[in-house]
């Protein structure tokens, strides 16, 4: 298996342009997360999906941010309008059976929002 | 909110020393684990250790958890240049959540 993909590796838009950043876990997972790193904050869990389902997306900073999940192969989060506080490193994980499992990542979307 | 805060922030270590990282935690969890992150790259999961086991082995790598101190320590023996990265432990608890800390930044020197 490829591992988890995530796509693009790096975007640069201009604020209040729209971004989407996709995923593709690793089959046969039926635990997906987005998580936000930056050197302030660190990594932060943005949503949980379960079974393609949101369970937690209490981490999910305003209504600007959303995440889909419309099958078991393939997530999507998208920013819109973006703003340059949402500059980060995006991170798309999988794992088998939720937190209490080894949680593969992606290689990673680098945003820069000017 | 971050769960797990790892200490030192930072260590540079000569190559064929050990490596002694540690995860202080604040509420009573279910398993913590280990991943490494290599600078521009994902994270890469090390060792989960269970909140009923003590200690945990994986090659150069062992693990400690003491539940009644909240604390678990990451040891790597024998270091290695290719060990240079950022270590951050996770835990899930109460919460369900899988909460890292800021991570540990480890130097080795050739």
């Known amino acids: 298996d490829a591992g988890v993909i995530q796509s693009p590796r790096h975007e640069v838009t201009e604020m209040g342009q729209e971004v989407t950043l996709r995923c593709k876990p690793i089959?046969?997972?039926?635990?997906l997360f987005w998580y936000r790193q930056t050197m302030m904050r660190g990594l932060e869990l943005l949503i949980y999906f379960n079974n393609n389902v949101p369970i937690d997306d209490s981490g999910m900073p305003e209504d600007r941010f959303s995440a889909k999940m419309p099958n078991a192969s393939f997530s999507t989060l998208k920013i819109q309008p973006s703003e340059p506080r949402d500059s980060a490193v995006y991170f798309c994980a999988s794992s088998l059976q939720g937190y209490n499992t080894e949680a593969f990542f992606g290689q990673g979307t680098r945003l820069t929002v000017v | 909110s971050q769960q797990g805060e790892e200490d030192p922030q930072a260590l540079s270590i000569q190559e064929g020393e050990n490596a002694t990282m540690n995860c202080s935690y604040k509420?009573?969890?279910?398993?913590l684990q280990w991943y490494r992150q290599n600078s521009g790259r994902g994270l890469v999961h090390l060792i989960l250790i269970r909140s009923n086991e003590r200690e945990k082995h994986s090659g150069r790598l062992r693990v400690t958890l003491d539940t009644s101190k909240k604390s678990s320590s990451l040891l790597i023996t024998a270091s290695r240049a290719a060990d240079t990265a950022s270590y951050f432990c996770?835990?899930?608890?109460?919460?369900?959540?899988?909460?890292f800390g800021k991570g540990t930044k480890l130097t080795v020197n050739p």
């Open positions: 996770a835990t899930t608890g109460g919460s369900e959540k899988l909460v």
């Open positions: 509420t009573s969890i279910n398993n």
């Open positions: 089959s046969g997972h039926n635990s």
